[in-house]
């Protein structure tokens, strides 16, 4: 903290003040977002707090002016926010801004205009930062939980008709982060029902950047239902739409897309994986083209903690049954070569001694129930004559392909 006299204290202080309040009297939403960023560090706000914490009286200095006093109700919970986020006692930072968030939604709600949407916009992205912070000073989930209590009340005023409704899409994406991090993801649907079914919303009226995040959250919300056809078209949407400048975005976009495309039968290139720095998939995609299932599971061991944190594990995990497909097609073009009148016939012995030159010791018996899974999810087209211990492949597209479609749809 950098030493602020008790003059240069009153000084910043109530230069913040008057400019607080100039940019509500003119509607000034750039400056009003800048002057409510508490956790954005910026050189003024930190200046701001070291006068706080000097002056320890600015409440004073509100009721002293008509100008300010106007504003009294929201000051009052703004400034020692600041002042205890500097000292970092994040949880009474929280609790002070909770409670101006409140009085400045009653504010917006009473404007007549939608001048001060931005600026709300970072009234709801501190609201959830601030309380991440104090959740981990705490090592609770409580104040997060207040948070989205709150930006819920947001979203029931955005939620009209008038310009104020554009507003709507950045509050649910801000109520999606919440819900990701408390694990209460089910919470998603009443807001997305909200969205999708009100006759107030039309999805195309809103910011492109409010709809990419939504497309994202809810392609993920599809990726954890395993519903991978409607995650492939939100998750390929926000991708499409994202701004090609934000690398960070768009890695976090494929970090999803990528096992949901794999999962649909559709390989990406080890371009892509190399020019978004997503080596975890490299393997992945080497061990689908290969047939190797040894190689699967390594890929899977390797990099099991990153894929449990973003939920793609199990996703990851099933596509077990098309490395066995891929592996079958090799065994398949291989007996097609040296014996082109049997090569629609695979014994079960070729498949088992095939599985254990790539380290899977497995007996007829376990061979015998991937084929019949194989068939049943139409990766192989045949049957399974148990006397003879073969497989029969159809002499037409033997292995079918997904075409972009789930295994077994």
């Avoid at 940019?23 to 939403?29: F, I, K, P």
């Avoid at 917006?108 to 001060?116: G, K, L, T």
């Avoid at 061990?287 to 903690?305: M, N, Q, S, V």
């Amino acid at each position: 903290m950098a030493y602020v006299s008790m003059g240069e204290a009153n000084r910043l202080i109530t230069e913040y003040l008057n400019r607080f309040c100039d940019s509500v009297s003119y509607q000034d939403s750039s400056t009003l977002c800048h002057l409510l960023s508490i956790s954005s560090n910026s050189a003024s706000l930190l200046s701001l707090a070291d006068a706080l914490n000097v002056f320890q009286d600015a409440s004073s200095l509100i009721r002293q002016s008509d100008k300010f006093s106007e504003h009294e109700e929201i000051l009052a919970h703004l400034l020692p926010s600041l002042q205890s986020y500097r000292v970092g006692n994040l949880v009474e930072a929280y609790i002070a801004f909770e409670k101006f968030a409140s009085a400045f939604v009653q504010e917006f709600r009473n404007w007549e205009s939608a001048w001060a949407l931005e600026a709300l916009y970072v009234v709801c992205y501190e609201v959830r930062v601030l309380a991440e912070m104090a959740d981990k000073e705490l090592t609770s989930n409580g104040k997060l939980k207040a948070a989205g209590s709150l930006l819920m009340k947001v979203f029931g005023v955005l939620a009209c008709k008038g310009p104020k409704r554009l507003g709507a899409l950045y509050v649910t994406c801000q109520l999606f982060k919440t819900y990701f991090k408390l694990g209460t993801v089910n919470l998603c649907r009443s807001v997305i029902r909200s969205i999708e079914t009100a006759r107030i919303f039309d999805f195309e009226e809103f910011p492109t950047r409010d709809k990419v995040a939504y497309m994202y959250y809810t392609g993920r919300l599809e990726v954890f239902n395993e519903n991978f056809s409607a995650a492939d078209t939100k998750l390929s949407y926000a991708l499409q739409y994202c701004d090609p400048k934000k690398e960070r975005n768009i890695r976090m976009i494929l970090k999803y897309l990528i096992p949901v495309k794999l999962s649909i039968g559709i390989i990406p290139t080890y371009e892509l994986l190399r020019n978004h720095k997503l080596h975890e998939y490299i393997n992945i995609v080497q061990a689908l083209r290969k047939g190797d299932l040894r190689l699967l599971r390594h890929a899977l061991d390797e990099h099991e903690d990153r894929f449990l944190r973003s939920g793609v594990y199990l996703v990851l995990e099933k596509l077990e049954l098309q490395v066995y497909q891929r592996l079958m097609k090799k065994i398949y073009i291989n007996q097609k070569l040296s014996d082109p009148a049997r090569a629609h016939q695979l014994k079960l012995e070729v498949i088992a001694k095939a599985l254990r030159w790539l380290g899977m010791d497995m007996d007829l018996v376990e061979v015998k129930c991937i084929m019949m899974m194989l068939i049943h999810k139409n990766l192989v087209k045949g049957y399974l004559a148990n006397k003879s211990k073969v497989v029969v492949l159809s002499k037409q597209d033997p292995f079918p392909k997904l075409c972009g479609k789930p295994v077994g749809s």
